[in-house]
């Protein structure tokens, strides 16, 4: 980025310099060669600190890292402005990084103070500098890191450049989990590995026993190296399995400003997210709410998997109002799409008489 002069003081002004060139022009002129003299060892001091000022921002190199950048509340990441001087002429320096409200940053190199102030930075020929942060994710949310300024001037303080540096860089807290009971949720699903009580739907691949072939029998069914073996017709007897597969749905309408229901909610969704996730169960994540740094709203299929339970905590943490659809609208578009049998856990604000103000949440389950 090009670097933007600052005027400091009288001295850094353009016209001021020409006014100097043009009296020690007339004072030599006049024949007054000690004045002259003496504007003449002004302006070259003038030009020199200039000329450091351009220079100290020139093969200065700058790098910003972060880790992690995906935060539980409570979880600490590590940032880092690292500043090398590839040249032979020492800069002084003045760095600023600012960081967005919402998280707790601190300095190692100022406990105390603001981690957002003003460092001065003191680099010889070829050193280098490390800045290093601790930032803390107190609540949900995105936060934007914006690029850090770097201010380069000479040694008597007299002239000033100035440049940024870094790209914006994005940090995502996602919802505070809950605690959940291991339960057994209603498997809707009608194929898998989890047997099941129901009489209908058995899985050809899960034979319990054999019995005695009857008419009412499908033909299929018949086990016919058994039936060899024992000279009569045998069955097999299958097992009824299903499977369970979740979709959690948190209705945006229901929450007219942002609120601590609203997060309760969140937490909710994103606890049914990372339980679903540890027992290997297949789940989707649907809602109306809008999104910080994306467009539309949340609309995940179900699947499973490492990736699957990022991209849920992601919209989470992402999550904000106003909604982008009416809710009712945009889940029956949704439900269309999901398996027969898909059991469908929804998340509202209980805005009930008896809900305790302003953090009521109430959970519902069916089958789509």
């Avoid at 002129?29 to 600190?49: D, K, N, Q, T, W």
């Avoid at 049914?272 to 540890?278: G, N, S």
Wanted: net charge positive.
């Amino acid at each position: 980025m090009r670097e933007v002069p600052l005027v400091t003081s009288l001295y850094t002004l353009l016209g001021v310099r020409i006014f100097a060139a043009v009296g020690v022009v007339l004072l030599l002129a006049r024949g007054l060669y000690l004045p002259a003299s003496f504007l003449i060892a002004i302006l070259m001091i003038l030009v020199s600190c200039s000329l450091w000022a351009d220079y100290g921002l020139h093969r200065l190199g700058t790098n910003r890292e972060t880790h992690p950048v995906r935060l539980f509340p409570g979880d600490v990441a590590s940032f880092s402005v690292r500043i090398q001087n590839d040249k032979r002429l020492p800069v002084s320096l003045e760095v600023w990084q600012p960081f967005p409200e919402g998280l707790n940053v601190t300095s190692s190199e100022q406990e105390d103070g603001d981690p957002g102030a003003r460092r001065v930075v003191f680099l010889g020929k070829y050193a280098e500098n490390l800045l290093s942060f601790r930032i803390t994710g107190m609540s949900r949310g995105c936060y934007e890191i914006p690029p850090g300024r770097v201010n380069s001037k000479d040694l008597l303080g007299l002239f000033h450049r100035e440049r940024r540096f870094g790209e914006a860089m994005e940090i995502l807290v996602y919802p505070a989990l809950l605690d959940m009971e291991d339960r057994d949720l209603a498997q809707h699903f009608l194929m898998g590995d989890t047997r099941s009580d129901r009489p209908f739907m058995p899985d050809p691949t899960r034979v319990s026993s054999l019995r005695d072939y009857t008419p009412d029998i499908p033909a299929r069914r018949i086990h016919w190296k058994a039936s060899a073996r024992h000279g009569k017709l045998l069955a097999k007897v299958l097992e009824h399995t299903a499977d369970l597969r979740l979709c959690v749905t948190l209705d945006g309408d229901s929450f007219s400003k942002h609120s601590p229901s609203m997060e309760k909610a969140l937490s909710v969704a994103a606890t049914l997210t990372v339980w679903a996730e540890r027992k290997k169960i297949p789940f989707g994540l649907i809602s109306n709410v809008s999104q910080c740094g994306r467009s539309g709203p949340v609309s995940i299929p179900a699947g499973s998997g490492p990736s699957q339970v990022r991209l849920a905590l992601e919209a989470l943490a992402r999550a904000k109002l106003p909604v982008a659809l009416p809710y009712g609208e945009f889940v029956s578009q949704e439900k269309r799409l999901m398996p027969w049998g898909t059991t469908i856990i929804s998340i509202r604000a209980d805005n009930s008489a008896g809900a305790p103000s302003g953090d009521g949440v109430s959970v519902e389950m069916e089958r789509a």
